[in-house]
């Protein structure tokens, strides 16, 4: 298969990153190692930082909301970490694992409960469907790059 081609991921895969703030505060391990405790396998993983062109690129289904512009900044302000993620049910137990997007109403014992600081600034993304994991994988990773 062509490296840039694209790669379907249904049911076992899920795509997240760790967003600049949870990376600036030093919680790429602790974020990690819940990910791995619970069960998840990382196919890919790449440490690397948008430009405001690619967050743009990559939020474009936000692209009429209000908060679109803040979300594009706020995604090329530091660098982030992107994973692909392999479990059965992988995109509803991850996103039960990272809890609710703003992290006030998040369950205890969550990633976003534990290391986010609002629904701004909310430590991780986690696809909300299979296409959506395809896709997102897809923004960041070739098939060489999956193991």
């Known amino acids: ?3 840039n081609s694209n790669i379907q991921m249904s049911g076992k895969y899920t795509f997240t990153m760790i ?3 949870a990376v600036r505060a030093g919680n790429i391990g602790n974020i990690l190692a819940m990910i791995n405790n619970a069960g998840f396998r990382i ?3 790449k ?3 948008l430009s405001k062109e690619q967050a743009g690129k990559f939020y474009e289904i936000h692209a009429a909301r209000p908060f679109y512009g803040e979300l594009v900044d706020f995604m090329s302000s530091g660098p982030i970490v992107a994973a692909i993620l392999e479990k059965d049910n992988a995109v509803a137990d991850f996103r039960t694992l990272i809890g609710a997007t703003n992290p006030a109403d998040a369950a205890e014992g969550t990633i976003r409960k534990l290391y986010a600081a609002n629904v701004g600034e ?3 993304h986690g696809s909300d ?3 959506n994991a395809a896709i997102e994988g ?3 990773f070739s098939g060489l790059e999956r193991f």
């Open 122 to 124: 909310n430590a991780v």
């Open 1 to 3: 298969m062509h490296p």
């Open 129 to 131: 469907s299979d296409d």
């Open 43 to 45: 196919v890919a993983m």
């Open 19 to 21: 967003k600049p703030d």
């Open 47 to 49: 440490y690397t930082k």
């Open 138 to 140: 897809n923004f960041f």
